[in-house]
């Protein structure tokens, strides 16, 4: 399909899309897509933007202590990676620190939209926040402060107070929960289920209630899939459920066994890839990452992050890391599964209607990979990133 009046930034690229199927292609874009035509003989892949649903930190830049500037720097950072769209996550904290925290992803996002309209863009959108807690079971904390609170009705007006919020997770067992979801997404927020205590009823209420965003972080800070009482985890591996299940594909979070058995049951289209990065990934050595509002060291062993305890405290793998983990034996027929799961299932999630796919009149967001996976050029409305 062509249009008669091109840009003057119109760019072409030829490569093989997953649009549904995978198919070679030219495509003519300026910040989105204006042509999608038929070709022959290209063969590098393309795939839509990678889209972050939990980004805690990265490159010793972590969001719990950051300013506006360390947001974009980060920003700039993860676009480098394929990253086109993240959500920086603001974990357990008293009210107080929230709210001081949406104001800087709120600066941080009136900055970035001023330095859009610059010769050399921003990186990474960001989209606004994903707020990790308070109200998860003081049960199952993992790296969590236990400054746990229940979704009353006093806390919630000071929650949809924020400016930024566009993912909640909670516990759907907690006093109050499965009213507070059906609050929170009546005000446009998703809500995720997890670090929590919950019977697999419970967490089948919350997805009833309204949680049919990311669902389920598996089998991380929730009780494990046991025969009889399968629980939270449970119900995320069950083909007809409504929610997706979010997996940090690291080898470490989850057996990579695991990750293949939820990958089995749920499909390409239940399934969300999550990094759950935090400060020290991407740096040598460990780092010192708050944790509402204290410091712990955090060091990287093994491809994840844990305190010192040995407590998990994040991941430390890219996006891209993670899908070569689940597809080890990548094939052209796997590309419209990798962009499922990395990309279209989040924007699903967060209701984002113009990026996670290739299509015309789409953000021209997208990730060009070789045959064995390796990032060739990544592009963020247009621009190709530096």
């Not at 089995?264 to 010192?288: C, F, K, M, N, Y």
Request: proline share 6%; aromatic share 4%; net charge positive.
């Amino acid at each position: 399909m062509s249009i008669r009046r091109l840009s003057p930034r119109l760019r072409r690229l030829r490569a093989i899309a997953p649009i549904p199927l995978p198919t070679p292609v030219s495509i003519g874009f300026d910040a989105k897509i204006n042509e999608i035509e038929p070709v022959r003989g290209a063969s590098d892949y393309l795939v839509p933007g990678f889209i972050e649903l939990q980004i805690n930190g990265a490159y010793d830049i972590d969001v719990m202590s950051a300013t506006a500037g360390d947001l974009l720097r980060l920003a700039k950072r993860l676009g480098r990676e394929g990253v086109t769209t993240w959500l920086p996550t603001v974990i357990t904290a008293p009210l107080s620190e929230i709210e001081r925290l949406d104001a800087v992803v709120a600066e941080a996002l009136q900055m970035q939209t001023s330095a859009e309209r610059g010769r050399n863009g921003s990186g990474a959108k960001i989209l606004g926040m994903h707020l990790e807690g308070p109200f998860i079971s003081p049960r199952r904390l993992g790296a969590h402060p236990p400054s746990t609170l229940t979704p009353d009705d006093a806390a919630l007006r000071r929650i949809f107070a924020l400016h930024t919020t566009r993912l909640i997770t909670l516990a759907p067992e907690l006093d109050g929960a499965i009213g507070a979801i059906r609050r929170i997404t009546a005000h446009g927020i998703a809500v995720s289920l997890g670090h929590t205590d919950a019977t697999f009823a419970q967490a089948a209420a919350g997805v009833a209630a309204g949680a049919a965003g990311e669902a389920f972080v598996l089998i991380n800070a929730m009780p494990p899939l046991h025969h009889r009482a399968p629980g939270a985890a449970g119900a995320a591996m069950m083909r007809d459920c409504r929610a997706r299940a979010a997996i940090i594909a690291d080898g470490v979070h989850l057996d990579p066994v695991i990750a293949r058995l939820v990958y089995e049951a749920r499909g390409p289209q239940g399934i969300v890839l999550t990094t759950d990065r935090v400060a020290p990934a991407g740096v040598r050595g460990g780092s010192s990452v708050v944790f509402g509002g204290a410091r712990a060291d955090v060091t990287i062993r093994g491809g994840a992050a844990r305190l010192p305890d040995g407590t998990l405290a994040g991941g430390a793998l890219t996006m891209l890391d993670m899908a070569r983990r689940m597809f080890p034996d990548f094939r052209r027929e796997d590309l419209p599964a990798l962009a499922q799961i990395t990309s279209a299932n989040a924007a699903a999630i967060l209701e984002l209607r113009d990026r996670g796919k290739i299509a015309l009149r789409m953000r021209a967001d997208f990730v060009l990979l070789d045959k064995q996976m390796r990032l060739k050029a990544v592009f963020i409305g247009g621009r190709e990133v530096a």
